[in-house]
């Protein structure tokens, strides 16, 4: 498995501002996913996050809105830019593992309310 | 492209009693599959994966999950559920090239006493 730590763990957020979330890994990995979880729904990939480039959103997500930090293999960063309350959600860092990477393991979430 | 529907958005069970989540999947390429489980003001926890092999495969905490390749289904079962399994259950598809997961719409579980 994966040791996956985020901060904040929850945070009550002004609407207008931004927020960084950061998520640091045990160990080494080539990929990181950031998801979100809006209140009472399932999870939304956002993006993929590869050490030394950029990262790709998926449809829906742009950068200007969730820009993505990968500075080295055990961290990566998600801001959440110009709050709303639609931004009010989950947010959870994942990476891949398993021989050929083929499991993805969660860390136990960003809860954030925009008030 | 994958997609996943799991049938029962809420499932309520006694204690002691089995139980069966249902989830099916449509793809055009070959997957793996996964149940996830979160528990209330919690995170994600993997309760099992398929990969290969194998059809029937166990979890964590007395689950297991049967994937039928015909039928497109990986059902999740339990023979007798307690209290704690009280959660919101996830299932999950990728394919095999992309690790990204594709997720049903959860299904909560509620275990009355």
């Known amino acids: 498995s994966a040791v996956i730590s985020q901060k904040p763990s929850r945070d009550i957020c002004q609407r207008g501002t931004s927020l960084t979330i950061q998520c640091q890994v045990d160990?080494?990995?080539?990929?990181m996913f950031w998801y979100r979880q809006q209140p009472g729904q399932s999870l939304t990939l956002i993006a993929t996050a590869n050490q030394g480039s950029e990262a790709t959103y998926e449809s829906g997500f742009v950068i200007d809105k969730f820009p993505i930090s990968r500075p080295n293999l055990t961290f990566s960063t998600l801001t959440v830019s110009n709050m709303s309350p639609e931004d009010s959600s989950i947010y959870l860092c994942s990476v891949e593992r398993g021989s050929g990477g083929n499991t993805i393991y969660f860390g136990e979430g960003s809860w954030l309310t925009v008030v | 492209a994958q997609s996943v529907t799991q049938l029962d958005s809420q499932v309520p069970v006694f204690e002691e009693a089995p139980v069966e989540l249902r989830c099916n999947y449509s793809s055009s390429v070959s997957v793996y599959l996964f149940w996830y489980v979160q528990y209330p003001n919690q995170g994600l926890q993997l309760l099992l994966k398929y990969l290969s092999g194998s059809t029937l495969v166990k979890g964590i905490n007395g689950f297991e999950a049967e994937f039928n390749k015909s039928q497109t289904s990986f059902h999740l079962r339990k023979p007798s559920v307690h209290i704690s399994d009280t959660a919101e259950y996830f299932c999950a598809v990728s394919d095999r090239k992309a690790q990204k997961l594709v997720f049903g719409q959860g299904t909560r579980l509620t275990i009355n006493p």
């Open positions: 160990s080494q990995v080539t990929m």
